[in-house]
């Protein structure tokens, strides 16, 4: 292998100038549902057209963790264990496996402390269609969205605390520790004017950090920033943004030593988002620090945001709205959907999946498939590695925030032609796609329902009928838990409608078929 190799890289043991994401991503899946299932596990391991087929697989996991309350434990660990032994780590040279990062020495990270110039009292608002909503106008905001079924209740019901409890957001006592600080979808702009101690890590690129220091000087919070030098207290900004970061794909040990140096509780969400398989890389990379900080800081919280272009166990009420939605479609979209689903030989417009699984608990749940392909399985997996470190988390005892953020217009999204597309016309299926600075608001007030509220499912002493529900609470899928038909079978005719809205009258024809 050739010593250019530096960081956290898929295995690779052919050599080949690119490794098979693919087969790596094959084998955790496979061996996370050898916990549960031997024969499906195979069936996993030997599918040769992985891109196409991993749906079947990830609503698997799904199914079978549903089955019985120990599966989703079983499958956490048994995901998590192999992927810390397949990924690798390169430096200097020598290779090591994941699990053995820890071990390596370490150069130790310098901090920068940094405070902003605002005097204002922390406040919360949801930016919303060119107005900011607060009290009334908020609270009827959200129960719209609750009656449309663009959100779930327990989500619409956190918002609501937040409204009813100000005092929340001064975060003056709290230390958030954000990977991925710049992320378009992250807190950081909300944490910057609620007083909030930010231990930011991110890259080293004066862009994010000119970015991340000019936010936090305009508000009222501090920041806490790795250096890989020793810096005056008194270095200018314009200096600053050239000396701060650290990256998580290459100095792993070092961003887990230098949090632990933080006599503070900390609150660690991992929110960065990189490209393709370096995003399942990156989602790694922050899994092992988690995991070495949380075991060594019992007191850690985590915090993660799903996506809702996954596959999820749901509620039964959730199954049986889709099902109300499928049949009461008027004439002209059955005509309309049975016709197109005609032609492209059963491709679009498949029924949404409206069967039940029965749990030992005694409860029947259904589950929300709403994987989109052209995401790719390395952002499934990415996804999925995080789901199982807060189920697993939760259980051992540590307070865990993880939350469905809904479909976000941001520009890693968007450069996605189908994809943007498909947004632009998902108010077709009734599907609300919302713009990065009202999914900022809504999912950092969420973050703070969660770490503030003793009754959020965050708290685990707060008692769950069954491990998977902690996805189901607070969910703002935008409306695709509830959709009529398959998302993934209806997502490319929103996107020819998403395509054609600015050009042709659609809007018109559109509006009377959903009558």
Request: glycine share 6%; aromatic share 8%.
């Amino acid at each position: 292998m050739s010593s250019s190799l530096d960081g956290l890289q898929f295995p690779n043991p052919a050599q080949k100038q690119k490794p098979s994401t693919s087969k790596a991503g094959r084998e955790i899946i496979a061996e996370a549902l050898s916990s549960v299932d031997h024969s499906i596990s195979v069936q996993a391991l030997n599918e040769k057209n992985w891109r196409k087929a991993y749906p079947q697989f990830f609503k698997a996991l799904v199914e079978h963790g549903i089955q019985n309350s120990q599966n989703p434990i079983k499958i956490a660990q048994a995901g998590l264990n192999k992927a810390h032994h397949t990924f690798e780590f390169f430096r200097n040279g020598e290779k090591h496996l994941l699990k053995d990062v820890m071990q390596l020495d370490a150069q130790p990270l310098h901090t920068i402390k940094l405070k902003g110039e605002s005097q204002a009292a922390p406040e919360w608002y949801v930016p919303y269609h060119g107005q900011k909503l607060q009290g009334d106008a908020l609270l009827a905001q959200i129960q719209k969205w609750q009656d449309q079924g663009i959100v779930e209740p327990s989500h619409a019901d956190a918002l609501r605390e937040a409204v009813a409890h100000p005092e929340w957001f001064d975060l003056s006592d709290r230390t958030m520790v954000l990977f991925g600080a710049a992320s378009e979808a992250g807190p950081l702009t909300w944490l910057s004017k609620w007083k909030a101690n930010i231990v930011a890590v991110d890259l080293p690129n004066s862009r994010v950090w000119g970015k991340i220091l000019n936010t936090v000087q305009q508000g009222n919070a501090t920041l806490y920033a790795p250096s890989a030098e020793a810096l005056s207290e008194n270095t200018e900004t314009a200096v600053l943004k050239d000396k701060l970061g650290a990256n998580l794909l290459t100095q792993i040990p070092e961003i887990a030593q230098w949090l632990l140096r933080n006599e503070h509780q900390l609150d660690l969400a991992a929110i960065a988002y990189l490209d393709g398989e370096k995003h399942v890389r990156v989602s790694m990379a922050m899994d092992a620090i988690m995991q070495q900080v949380s075991a060594q800081k019992s007191d850690t919280s985590l915090m993660y945001m799903c996506t809702p272009t996954d596959v999820y166990a749901v509620p039964e009420e959730v199954i049986r709205a889709s099902e109300d939605k499928f049949t009461q479609r008027s004439k002209a979209q059955q005509l309309m959907s049975s016709g197109i689903s005609a032609l492209s030989r059963q491709y679009f417009f498949k029924k949404n999946l409206h069967g039940l699984v029965s749990s030992d608990n005694g409860q029947q749940y259904g589950i929300a498939d709403c994987l989109v392909v052209e995401q790719g399985p390395n952002y499934a997996l990415a996804k999925r590695i995080q789901q199982w470190r807060a189920t697993l988390a939760r259980q051992q005892g540590q307070r865990v925030s993880i939350n469905i953020a809904p479909s976000t217009t941001t520009y890693s999204v968007t450069k996605n032609p189908l994809l943007k597309a498909a947004f632009n016309g998902a108010s077709l299926f009734d599907v609300e796609a919302f713009k990065p600075e009202t999914t900022n608001a809504i999912m950092a007030a969420l973050w703070i329902h969660d770490l503030r509220n003793p009754k959020s499912v965050a708290n685990p002493e707060v008692e769950l009928a069954h491990p998977l529900e902690l996805m189901m609470k607070g969910a703002n899928h935008g409306g695709l838990w509830r959709v009529a038909y398959l998302a993934r079978t209806a997502l490319p005719f929103a996107a020819v409608y998403g395509f054609a809205a600015d050009k042709l009258p659609l809007n018109k024809v559109m509006s009377k078929l959903k009558k």
